[in-house]
């Protein structure tokens, strides 16, 4: 079952061609990873999805749903839920307020149950924490629960940026450099995360990765991005050793 | 002699109390504005004047009950600062900062000439079931306007302090004022929330100039008390609401105090001169959290 599909997408500025008729395909479950040198036009690729920016040309379909007058703020409420490279959180709130704000894309009570605190708005706050605490254990956050996202490292707010993509309950998540910034351990508990996220949650991912172990451990298949064109899809090992991409990246 | 000075001084903080809430309050409208847009709108005093005006119209001419025209004045201003956010700001999204400021300032000119328009440039009196009426006890007389003013700021600082607090709305409104981008992709439409910020910030001004008409009559040029309303949100620290009060109170019994120890007119600059005394020791404000936002 195909959950994302692209067709013949492009988008220029000005007179540069970000991205230039990219198509392929992402099954349900699957986790496809995107490498390519700097400039390939991979985070060009994710706005394009997360509708920061319109297409110039071609299509996206969301699991049956054409992206076209979707405004970004929906992108959420469909299924869709990414991270930043450099991370984009609450910074003056704590952990598990950042996390929550995540579930409320769900919530179905009203200003006026919210402001009496009535019945279904207490239900609806024990399943929004509950859900939040699932991914706090999920992600080990246990200890940085009530702490605020500024005296965090970068490492962890990483991780925090990934729950509240999680809390979303979506269908795909579009990770930007899982990654970067992070130690060789915490790169390695990353492994062991993304494995969870796609077994336990059953959420598609696709990321944008420069570590080739990182890629290779996790992903189903791999997506080579040259000058906003695909060089090649496949398996992590074929996708290395394709000519193309050897000499995309070593000019 | 110790004994009258004492009851002036009390009558003084009193006045000064009253007064300086309607600053807060006016000063809270910048804050919520800056807060969600990071955008100064000069017209908040105008806003102010133009909902004292209408809530003139709805309870001395259209013979309203008080309560109801109250609460049609503030609810029109409130649509009208959506509609302002969506015709005058929304489309200057990404225009330099200069350029939206001067936009605020046109709509200020705009608001003062059409109250002229409507109303004329005589000075009204908002007919009120409480104006005139005071309290007295131990020799301090104590209008019962001055002290709607300060239950009316609790009131409603209460109210939103509450509406943050638990509702969805009020968190989505504090998660787009921090990061608008990880609010959009959380599901929260940052512009649904700026339109609302600004009905919000239009109606508590609205509620400012509601409170303040029995105490200083109504005319078009009321809006420029918006001026000190902007250095008390300064000195409480450009971007906390609490602070924007403390900010009001400290200019509003700053100012009494002027006009009793200073020779007279002082009291007109104190505002500035409180303000640029926090500018040099205190640059950030009384309450703030200084934060860096990433443009």
């Not at chain 1, 309950?169 to 060789?184: F, I, T, W, Y």
């Not at chain 2, 004047?49 to 001419?61: E, N, P, R, V």
């Not at chain 2, 709305?169 to 929330?193: D, F, H, P, T």
Request: glycine fraction near 10%; hydrophobic fraction near 50%; aromatic fraction near 8%.
């Amino acid at each position: 079952m195909t959950i994302l599909e692209l067709k013949n997408v492009s988008v220029a500025f000005g007179g540069v061609k970000a991205i230039e008729s990219v198509s392929f395909s992402m099954e349900h479950g699957e986790v496809l990873s995107i490498v390519g040198p700097n400039g390939a036009g991979k985070t060009t690729l994710f706005n394009l999805i997360s509708k920061i920016y319109d297409l110039d040309s071609g299509s996206i379909i969301f699991n049956d749903i054409e992206l076209k007058e979707t405004r970004p703020h929906e992108i959420a409420k469909l299924g869709i839920a990414r991270t930043f490279q450099n991370t984009e959180l609450f910074e003056h709130e704590s952990v598990l307020n950042n996390l929550l704000i995540g579930c409320h894309v769900h919530t179905g009570t009203n200003l006026v149950d919210e402001l009496f605190f009535l019945r279904k708005a207490q239900d609806q706050e024990l399943v929004f924490r509950k859900n939040a605490e699932n991914i706090i254990d999920l992600l080990d956050l246990q200890s940085y629960r009530n702490t605020k996202i500024v005296s965090l490292p970068f490492g962890i707010r990483k991780l925090v940026e990934i729950g509240r993509a999680l809390c979303l309950k979506p269908k795909l998540v579009l990770l930007d450099e899982p990654s970067s910034g992070l130690n060789p351990e915490e790169t390695e508990d990353l492994v062991f995360q993304i494995e969870d996220i796609k077994e336990e949650l059953g959420i598609s991912i696709l990321m944008i990765e420069h570590d080739m172990n990182l890629v290779s451990k996790t992903s189903d298949r791999v997506l080579a991005l040259a000058d906003g064109k695909v060089l090649t899809i496949g398996k992590s090992q074929e996708v290395q050793e394709h000519p193309q991409v050897i000499k995309a990246y070593l000019g | 002699m110790a004994l009258e000075e004492k009851l002036e001084h009390t009558q003084l903080l009193i006045s000064g109390l009253s007064q300086g809430c309607v600053y807060g309050l006016i000063a809270s409208g910048f804050v919520l504005i800056y807060k969600a847009t990071e955008m100064v709108n000069f017209a908040q005093g105008d806003l102010m004047m133009f909902g004292a005006f209408l809530a003139y119209t709805f309870i001395s001419i259209f013979n309203f009950p008080f309560a109801l025209g109250l609460v049609a004045a503030i609810l029109a201003m409130a649509g009208i600062g959506a509609l302002i956010e969506r015709f005058a700001i929304r489309p200057m999204i990404g225009e330099p900062h200069f350029s939206v400021l001067m936009i605020t300032i046109g709509l200020g000119f705009i608001f003062r000439a059409l109250a002229g328009f409507i109303w004329g440039s005589e000075p009204r009196s908002l007919k009120t079931p409480y104006a005139g009426k005071v309290f007295e006890f131990d020799g301090i007389i104590i209008g019962h306007e001055n002290i709607i003013i300060v239950l009316g700021t609790l009131a409603l600082c209460s109210a939103l302090a509450f509406f943050f607090k638990t509702t969805n709305l009020g968190k989505a409104m504090q998660a787009a004022s921090q990061n608008q981008l990880a609010a959009m992709y959380v599901g929260i439409s940052v512009k649904k929330i700026n339109s609302i910020t600004w009905a919000i910030s239009a109606a508590i001004s609205a509620t400012a100039g509601i409170l303040i008409a029995p105490v200083s009559l109504i005319d078009p040029q009321i809006g420029f008390i918006g001026v000190k309303a902007f250095a008390a949100a300064i000195v409480g620290g450009f971007g906390s609401l609490p602070g924007a009060i403390i900010g009001g109170l400290i200019i509003g019994i700053g100012e009494q105090f002027a006009g009793l120890y200073l020779p007279p007119g002082f009291s007109e600059v104190t505002a500035y001169a409180i303000l640029l005394t926090m500018l040099l020791i205190r640059p950030h404000g009384i309450l703030t959290s200084v934060q860096i936002k990433k443009m």
